[in-house]
């Protein structure tokens, strides 16, 4: 029904940025809520960043607040990641997520998932 495509991922240094982009199929991706988990060797996967549906409300980790920016272009079906002030402890495979109509965009009841990039963030 919906496939979502990361991309973006690959090895920065500390301090640098990447831009991580998810393309999702269907003619409602406006109707969808986006989110960004990731999951690092030995940790649990944990919510990053979302935007809502309808009115691109978002939604931040602490860890990442103030550093990374999720939008969106639903013109293109595309939700990106801007991760800016990388650290080491970004280091992860991000995955993208959609729900439609979810209201909480920090959920982690997500319908549809994507097969993950990875994000390397030496020192």
């Known amino acids: 029904q919906v496939q979502l495509v990361e991309s973006g991922g690959g090895l920065v240094q500390a301090g640098g940025s990447l831009r991580l982009s998810c393309a999702a199929s269907?003619?409602?991706?406006?109707?969808?809520?986006m989110g960004w988990f990731r999951q690092a060797p030995g940790k649990e996967r944990e919510f990053v960043a979302g935007?809502?549906?309808?009115?691109?409300?978002?939604r931040y980790a602490d860890s990442v607040k103030g550093r990374f920016t999720v939008s969106r272009d639903n013109a293109k079906n595309t939700v990106y990641l801007q991760m800016n002030s990388l650290k080491p402890e970004d280091t992860a495979v991000y995955y993208c997520?959609?729900?439609?109509?979810?209201?909480?965009?920090?959920?982690?009841?997500?319908?549809?998932w994507g097969q993950g990039t990875q994000v390397t963030v030496s020192s």
């Open positions: 997520a959609a729900d439609r109509f979810l209201v909480r965009p920090n959920s982690n009841e997500y319908d549809y």
């Open positions: 269907g003619r409602t991706f406006n109707s969808y809520t």
């Open positions: 935007i809502r549906w309808n009115d691109d409300s978002t």
